[in-house]
């Protein structure tokens, strides 16, 4: 009976703790430090999630501008950038940039501007296969690179600092501000039959979500969450348990009583009504 009563206790203990940790909503967040390593790769005809994937994934990539000091050459600098916190693409590309690197000066005369960005930056990815080959999912983003407006540099600087965290204590004195590119188009190379263009709104219109909701890693990330909010209330559980054990037995009788006749009660109903939780019900040795 005494084995009984623990297990239905420990039971309840855990289906209030179980409970608890379900009713707090876990959205995906930084402040949550949700650990998401990589998105799945779309599939190469599925064109605008390859490119919105590719903008996710990716911390920089070459930005080539009309130069200034080599007399009008295409210019391309390697840079940061950042589409949002890992596991919340947007597709909007921001950067962070100082009037002492070319490519500011370069966009002070004309903002037009390329970005460029190549599936074998990422670690592990195309492994056997020629970076020029078609099979590697190379991305160029062509728009005008321009600062972002005052009233949205709050935004912006929520969706580059979390990629970019060193960034914040750059030197003041260089100037870095937050620009960010505004697509007119964007041309993918993925598979064989020659490149794919799309407009800003194929682009952005692709959903990313749909991809990371299927995505173990994504899934795992958030049951470790979950587990940690959990170890939280089962710690609680451990030392109420603990206090309970602590007590005189006859001051834990007035206090258990009314529940252990509750779910004696319960017990007699399960068994008469076939007890589904019957496994709860054996007798334990
Ligand atoms: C070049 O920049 C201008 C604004 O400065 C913009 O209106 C135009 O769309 C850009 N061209 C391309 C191809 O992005």
Not at 123 to 151: F, N, Y
Request: glycine share 6%; charged share 20%; aromatic share 8%.
């Amino acid at each position: 009976m005494a084995l009984l009563i623990n297990t239905r206790l420990a039971v309840l203990l855990l289906a209030m703790a179980l409970s608890a940790a379900a009713a707090t909503p876990q959205p995906p967040s930084d402040a949550l430090q949700l650990p998401c390593p990589r998105l799945p790769r779309p599939d190469y005809q599925q064109k605008a999630q390859m490119a919105r994937w590719l903008a996710h994934q990716l911390d920089w990539g070459v930005v080539s501008t009309t130069s200034r000091h080599l007399g009008g050459v295409a210019f391309g600098n390697a840079l940061s950038f950042a589409d949002g916190p890992r596991c919340r693409p947007t597709g909007r590309l921001i950067f962070f940039l100082s009037p002492m690197d070319a490519t500011l000066q370069d966009l002070e005369k004309c903002s037009n501007a390329s970005l460029t960005l190549h599936e074998a930056q990422l670690p592990g990815a195309c492994r056997g296969v020629d970076p020029e080959s078609p099979l590697c999912a190379k991305l160029t983003v062509t728009g005008s690179l321009e600062p972002v407006p005052e009233d949205g540099l709050e935004e912006a600087a929520e969706l580059m600092f979390p990629r970019h965290p060193e960034m914040r204590h750059w030197p003041k004195g260089h100037q870095f501000r937050l620009f960010e590119l505004h697509i007119t188009t964007a041309r993918l190379l993925d598979y064989f039959g020659g490149p794919y263009d799309m407009g800003p709104d194929e682009y952005f219109a692709a959903e990313l979500a749909t991809v990371w909701a299927t995505s173990m890693a994504y899934l795992t990330a958030l049951v470790r969450l979950s587990h940690n909010d959990l170890k939280k209330q089962l710690d609680d559980v451990e030392s109420r348990l603990d206090d309970l054990e602590s007590r005189p037995t006859a001051q834990l009788d007035t206090w258990l009583g009314p529940y252990i006749q509750e779910w004696q009660e319960h017990c007699d109903d399960d068994a008469a009504s076939g007890a589904s939780d019957s496994n709860d019900n054996k007798p334990e040795t």
